[in-house]
């Protein structure tokens, strides 16, 4: 049975930067690291929150596999407000908030290597309302 989403994997041109963005920028607390024989870090587990993670690794990036239809993450935030506010003042750029179709506030932002990424904040008339506890 699925209990949950466990991580999300990209795989990053320049580690480093993505962990500067993600951890300085974004906040997200490094978890661990995927040390290789000659002991350097090729990778990194990111804390999200809950159970959730996001997993680095150092790599060639490459042109999407073709049929793949990835388009972004979603990282819920409990103040979009003051969550662009912040991220724009560290030199993040990130798109303007709207109200989603789903009834909940929105607003984008891409990483290092131009993953997409949504920032959610969900209302009481949000539609996944039901599902969220």
Same mark, same amino acid.
């Given at each position: 049975? &699925? ?15 993505? &962990? ?23 990778? &990194? ?23 793949? #239809?990835?388009?972004? &993450? ?23 908030? #709207? ?10 932002? #891409? ?14 008339? #949000? ?7």
């Amino acid at each position: 049975m &699925i209990t949950g989403l466990a991580h999300v994997c990209f795989v990053v041109n320049d580690l480093e930067a993505s &962990i500067a963005f993600y951890h300085e920028k974004l906040g997200l607390t490094p978890a661990f690291d995927f040390i290789n024989e000659n002991n350097e870090r090729f990778g &990194i587990y990111l804390h999200v929150g809950g159970r959730c993670f996001i997993e680095l690794f150092r790599g060639e990036v490459n042109a999407p596999i073709a049929g793949q #239809s990835y388009q972004h &993450i979603c990282l819920e935030v409990d103040d979009i407000q003051t969550t662009v506010a912040e991220l724009r003042a560290s030199g993040v750029e990130v798109g303007p908030i #709207s109200f989603g179709g789903d009834q909940s506030w929105q607003a984008w932002l #891409s990483d290092p290597d131009g993953n997409r990424i949504e920032l959610h904040q969900y209302t009481p008339e #949000s539609k996944q309302a039901p599902w969220v506890k």
